[in-house]
């Protein structure tokens, strides 16, 4: 205080410059170390004499000094004194910040050309020690306005801004479905706040899983945020509903369980069952099972609450079944010719499809197969299905027809090679007809034997004309037939012959126009010759010229129409 009383002095009395810079605020963390810069954290200027750090005029006491080259030394005499210390470019250090050293501090550097006074303002901040939500409700009844509970922002500086959320969205207040009260305590000793914030919330259905928060920010700006807490929403039951529980449809033999579920909370948990006319009263459940059911149980069931009959429902059950009777249902027999009558008959719970097989292959018409004159190729197994929806019902019989054996073919040609004869016999009949020859052929190939029929090649060189015959026999009967098979001998010798006869009729042809020509050319050359005389005879009379000249005439004539006849 003499030092600065001597400055003052001294400025009165030489005119030393004084100046005083503007304040500069400084945020520091409760509890923490804080730099209270002297020159704005330059260094001091060279000239300057010491440093000396002071509470604002308001308050006395000196806090620390620094002459230039010699360490700092602490002047306080309260508290400060083992809190402050000194850096080198005047910045002085204060520890274990409390809400006190909320003040206004004051760095003096006197220097050869005057005095400077830098005023730094010091703001500590604390962030709350706790965020916690108590006093929370039990449950939660729909439609009345409720206290969710308190959240507690602990021992802050400022006081915290407490936000309220559901499922992470802001609530804000409204005053009728949201109500939220907020309050802030300070502590008597430590100057620290809490703020209380009180949330009051109407309740809907669709709050059964909300979630509730609070929360504030922290000195950086982050978010702190409480546990979550849920409640069970309590409300009276509006309506009923009746469900089945098996799945599936339902089938002669199954068990069927009935649930009764009403949208109250807590549920209920005594309901009335009305099945098939009977009241069945269910205490602590809201389920009702029928066993081993059947198609009478198909109908309507209904469900109420037993202190509230007025709230029921209701629900329609169809027991599916489907039983199929097919007659005749096992192998029958019979013969080729009769008639069969094949009855199917279905009982079921709805419309259902058929659908036929012959030995494992689609018939093209769903309708019962009818038989009005059996062939063999009628025999084989018939496989009925009738469905409806999942269910699935088979039925079979198995169809035989018999009869004696019957040849329906026998045919011969000429192999391949034209050295051996092929015969062929085919028949039909039930059971298989055995096929034999009268003759020791060689066995070629046999048929398999499909819808009764069955055929047989054998090759035979037959060395002469010779009558064959095919047998065929079964239990009931044997048929005969024969055909005639020419010796393959004998048809080569014909056809030599005939190529024979045919040469020596050309020879003849040929022999019979050499001959008609030869007579051409002698008619000719007796013509010349009579030609010839008669000319010299002209020259003696003109008469004999004349008539001579029609004469010859007449024999060109002749010999033309002679050579014509030749040449054909």
């Not at 899983?209 to 009276?236: E, K």
């Not at 059911?293 to 079944?321: F, H, M, Q």
């Not at 018939?363 to 038989?371: E, R, Y």
Request: charged share 20%; proline share 4%; aromatic share 6%.
């Amino acid at each position: 205080m003499h030092l600065l009383s001597a400055g003052a002095v001294a400025v009165l009395l030489f005119g030393i410059v004084y100046q005083v810079s503007s304040t500069v605020t400084v945020i520091g963390t409760y509890g923490e170390t804080l730099e209270l810069p002297c020159n704005n954290g330059s260094p001091p200027p060279d000239d300057v004499m010491f440093i000396q750090w002071k509470l604002n005029p308001s308050e006395s006491g000196m806090m620390i000094k620094k002459l230039k080259g010699k360490p700092f030394e602490v002047l306080a005499k309260d508290g400060y004194s083992s809190r402050v210390s000194m850096m080198d470019n005047g910045s002085m250090f204060l520890e274990a910040l409390t809400l006190e050293d909320q003040k206004v501090f004051i760095c003096m550097l006197v220097t050869l050309q005057g005095l400077l006074e830098r005023h730094v303002k010091v703001v500590v901040h604390k962030d709350p020690t706790n965020l916690e939500l108590l006093e929370q409700a039990a449950e939660l009844e729909i439609g009345k306005l409720a206290k969710i509970g308190q959240c507690n922002a602990i021992d802050a500086n400022p006081a915290a801004n407490i936000t309220w959320f559901k499922n992470n969205k802001t609530l804000s207040h409204d005053g009728e479905g949201i109500v939220i009260d907020d309050s802030v305590q300070v502590h008597a000793v430590t100057g620290l706040s809490t703020t209380s914030s009180t949330l009051r919330y109407s309740a809907g259905k669709g709050d059964a899983d909300a979630s509730f928060t609070c929360g504030t920010l922290d000195l950086a700006g982050q978010p702190r945020v409480s546990l979550p807490v849920t409640f069970t929403i309590t409300y009276p039951t509006e309506n009923v509903s009746l469900k089945v529980l098996s799945e599936g449809v339902l089938l002669e033999g199954d068990n069927v369980t009935l649930r009764c579920v009403a949208d109250g909370n807590p549920a209920p948990t005594t309901f009335n069952f009305f099945i098939k006319g009977e009241v069945k009263n269910v205490v602590d459940s809201d389920s009702y099972t029928m066993t081993n059911i059947n198609r009478d149980a198909t109908g309507e069931y209904k469900c109420s609450l037993a202190e509230k009959p007025s709230l029921e429902a209701s629900i329609n059950l169809t027991v599916s079944y489907l039983n199929v009777d097919l007659s005749p249902s096992e192998e029958v027999v019979k013969k080729a010719g009769d008639t069969l009558v094949v009855a199917l008959k279905v009982d079921s719970s709805g419309d259902h499809k058929v659908s036929w097989t012959k030995d494992n292959g689609l018939l093209k018409a769903d309708q019962v197969p009818t038989f009005k004159n059996l062939t063999y190729s009628d025999a084989g197994v018939y496989e009925g299905q009738v469905t409806l929806g999942p269910l699935r019902r088979v039925v079979s019989f198995q169809l035989v027809v018999e009869g004696a054996p019957v040849i329906t073919l026998l045919t011969k040609r000429l192999g391949e090679d034209g050295r051996h004869k092929v015969l062929t016999c085919e028949a039909e009949g039930y059971p298989k007809p055995t096929i034999t020859w009268s003759v020791n052929g060689t066995w070629l190939e046999e048929t398999p034997y499909i819808n009764g029929k069955v055929s047989q090649k054998i090759t035979v060189v037959p060395s002469a004309n010779l009558t064959v015959y095919c047998t065929v026999s079964n239990q009931f009967s044997q048929q005969m037939q024969s055909i005639n098979v020419s010796s393959l001998f004998e048809e080569v010798r014909m056809d030599k012959q005939d190529q024979s006869d045919n040469g020596d009729q050309t020879k003849l042809a040929i022999g019979i126009v050499a001959g008609l020509l030869l007579v051409g050319v002698i008619v000719g050359l007796a013509y010349w010759i009579y030609m010839k005389r008669s000319k010299q005879g002209s020259w003696k009379t003109g008469e004999l010229e004349n008539g001579s000249s029609e004469e010859e005439k007449k024999l060109e004539e002749k010999v033309e129409e002679n050579s014509q006849k030749a040449e054909m």
